[in-house]
């Protein structure tokens, strides 16, 4: 018999050594959370309702309505209380006291007193009002009443019926019985809506004025972006500027506040108006607040400017409109019109718009010019827009040095005398040998007899503070920069300052960053025309353009540098400047490489040709034929006079005391008929100049072999 073997245990499996091991940790129950407490989950609900963005919205548009309907009534309320009491007149009077205007006060007081007369007049007419009334009623009713019997009796002699005697009046008894039952079924409704449509009228009043705080106003009103200006809002925005005694006196003016201003007026992209301050409130007060007066305006500051009018005590305020300034100006006159030339002596250079929006045209006719900015602001482009425009005129001569050294200016080759492009130490002295040989020219030009008539030569300089910082001496140990005597760029510079404009030799100048080191005194004062693009302080605005024209108004340093490149404030008396302003502000048009590069090559069209140098050749040992031959370039006939001055401008060393016989003396060694007369004028003839150089190399080659 089989026995079944039944285990109590079971064994457990051995683990297999080769397995990895699993190691447990057994974490401790957690606590249970305790509760929150009702009154904590109820406070934080009523927050996140207090504080959600619906809740906000919907409070601020009950209290904004409400305040609308309550702040209309009072409105209202003081409208009703000026037509019926002296209470305007009174605040005209006190405006004007304050104002220091005591013949306004004198006239407000006298209107005042008239008003006072009637309205006494029209009191004690009240007086018999109520007789006057009676008889007019009583009259009226009878005169009525016999009126309708009147025609009741015409109608019963028509009708042949007595009756109809009383028709006409009995009718008219029977329509006032209408109107009256008509007017109680009204009347319950008319005292409900009535004082509805009231409080509505009130509402409309208040939501006009914007009468409620403003944070209970819209967003889209609270910004004040591009919120248009109003009488209201320039005098509120100088009530709150700081101004103690501003503030005072406009208190006590009342609404009259808008006293102070004159016609607020369109000016281009903005608004102009002009603003008379109270007596004891000084102009620079407000000039000093622009940017909380701009703030106040909602507006940025860039866009408000603040000038001194020739009127006393009165601040003149452009306002732009919100983000005009930001838009770019169009092009150029001179990309958009081929057919475009230049006067120098008559003409007005196209350099961009003023913030009227009108054109900025500015004469460049013997007057030494200064642009001077921050790095990268345009100036180079606004020195060579105005460049450009001239090189119209084929009459006006350019020596041009450019101490960048960057293309900026590589479009006048072939069209300057002289084009200088570099940075370095040799450089500068190239350019301030170019500048003592204008001197040079300048002189002689000076000691020509009376009455005669020179070219315009422009000296065009630009990054000239290189020159001025420059340590390189000559070999008299003179410095070539500097601002001492011995300075030979300096010198040279006020040399032309001088004397240059009375014989058509004028030094423009373009410099960056001024300093008393980088640009001198005396050469910024030599400027009739000064210009400065966006600068760091008020000291460098004071460098750029003088003490007169930042005392009027003038800020370029509170320009934004990076994005007003290309606006420049100008004191120059060659731009029309509005009447008691010292300076303007110009946003000048900008002109490519390309574009510039296609004006050039107009201008060159319209000359003869002109050969530029792109050095100053120093040393004695010269060729006169070759030079002479080299300052003539591609023109077919140069006359003598201009030839000896294209020397002279060459190399002052060597052709500055020529006279026409020394000229004439190499030319006719050189060959028959070079020089020649042509129309009453001695000319040098190209192709036979050519000819006779060519002839004499030769000659010297064959000698040679």
Excluded at 378 to 407: E, H, I, N, P, Y
Excluded at 543 to 567: I, W
Excluded at 630 to 639: E, I, L, M
């Amino acid at each position: 018999m089989t026995e079944n073997v039944v285990h109590l245990h079971k064994t457990p499996d051995l683990p297999d050594p080769a397995a990895p091991v699993t190691t447990l940790t057994v974490v401790p129950d957690a606590p249970p959370a305790r509760p929150v407490p009702l009154w904590v989950r109820s406070g934080r609900a009523l927050k996140t309702a207090a504080t959600h963005d619906r809740t906000r919205t919907t409070v601020r548009a009950v209290a904004r309505h409400g305040l609308y309907t309550f702040n209309g009534g009072r409105i209202v309320a003081r409208r009703t209380w000026d037509a019926r009491t002296p209470a305007r007149y009174e605040r005209m009077q006190r405006a004007a006291e304050a104002a220091g205007n005591c013949e306004l006060a004198e006239e407000w007081e006298e209107r005042g007193q008239r008003f006072r007369e009637a309205r006494h007049r029209r009191r004690m007419d009240l007086l018999h009002a109520p007789i006057e009334v009676a008889k007019g009623a009583a009259v009226g009713t009878g005169m009525g009443i016999g009126a309708l019997v009147a025609l009741g009796i015409v109608m019963a002699i028509d009708n042949g019926d007595i009756k109809d005697v009383i028709t006409p009046l009995a009718a008219t008894i029977e329509f006032i019985g209408t109107l009256i039952r008509i007017v109680q079924i009204v009347w319950p409704y008319a005292v409900v809506l009535g004082p509805l449509f009231a409080l509505l009228a009130l509402w409309a009043v208040g939501s006009k004025q914007q009468a409620a705080p403003q944070w209970a106003l819209p967003a889209n009103v609270r910004s004040g972006e591009g919120e248009p200006i109003t009488p209201s809002i320039v005098v509120k925005a100088l009530r709150d500027l700081g101004v103690p005694a501003l503030r005072n006196a406009i208190k006590e003016m009342g609404d009259a506040g808008a006293s102070m201003l004159g016609p607020i007026t369109i000016a281009g992209c903005g608004v102009e108006v002009d603003v008379t301050l109270p007596s004891g409130v000084a102009t620079n007060e407000v000039q000093n607040k622009r940017r909380k007066l701009a703030e106040n305006l909602t507006r940025h500051e860039h866009e408000v400017f603040i000038t001194i009018p020739t009127a006393a005590r009165t601040v003149r305020l452009w306002v732009a409109d919100s983000g005009a300034l930001d838009e770019p100006i169009g092009p150029s006159p001179l990309v958009t019109d081929e057919t475009m030339t230049a006067d120098y002596k008559k003409g007005r250079a196209p350099w961009g718009q003023d913030l009227r929006g009108d054109a900025a045209a500015l004469s460049l006719y013997q007057r030494h010019l200064l642009i001077t900015g921050l790095s990268n602001q345009g100036k180079t482009v606004a020195l060579r827009s105005l460049a450009l425009w001239l090189s119209l005129d084929k009459s006006v001569q350019f020596l041009m040095g450019d101490l960048k050294g960057v293309g900026d200016w590589a479009m006048f080759d072939g069209l300057a005398t002289t084009l200088i492009q570099g940075p370095t130490d040799e450089h500068v002295i190239q350019v301030t040998e170019m500048v003592e040989g204008a001197v040079d020219e300048m002189n002689r030009r000076i000691q020509a007899p009376p009455g005669t008539v020179f070219p315009p030569l422009i000296v065009l300089v630009d990054e000239a503070q290189v020159a001025f910082m420059c340590p390189a001496k000559d070999e008299d140990k003179r410095p070539y920069g500097g601002a001492k005597a011995n300075s030979r760029y300096f010198m040279a510079v006020r040399k032309i300052h001088n004397q240059g404009r009375a014989v058509n030799v004028l030094m423009w100048q373009g410099t960056q960053d001024p300093t008393n080191e980088n640009l001198p005194k005396l050469v910024r004062e030599g400027a009739h025309t000064r210009a400065s693009l966006a600068l760091g302080t008020e000291s460098q605005a004071r460098m750029a353009l003088g003490d007169k024209a930042v005392d009027g108004g003038a800020a370029p340093n509170l320009l934004r540098p990076g994005l007003d490149q290309g606006t420049l404030v100008l004191a120059s008396s060659g731009i029309d400047i509005p009447a008691g302003q010292s300076s303007i502000t110009v946003r000048t048009h900008y002109i490519d490489d390309e574009a510039a590069e296609a004006i050039t090559d107009r201008a060159k069209a319209l000359r003869d040709g002109v050969t530029t140098l792109h050095a100053i050749e120093r040393g004695q040992d010269r060729d006169p034929l070759a030079d002479i031959a080299s300052v003539v370039g591609d023109a077919a006939r140069v006359r003598t006079k201009d030839v000896l001055a294209r020397l002279a401008m060459l190399n002052e060393g060597a052709y500055g005391e020529w006279s026409f016989t020394d000229l004439k003396r190499v030319l006719d060694d050189a060959g028959p008929d070079i020089a020649y007369k042509s129309d009453g004028v001695m000319v040098v003839h190209r192709d036979r100049l050519t000819r006779a150089l060519a002839n004499r190399d030769a000659d010297g080659s064959a000698s040679a072999g």
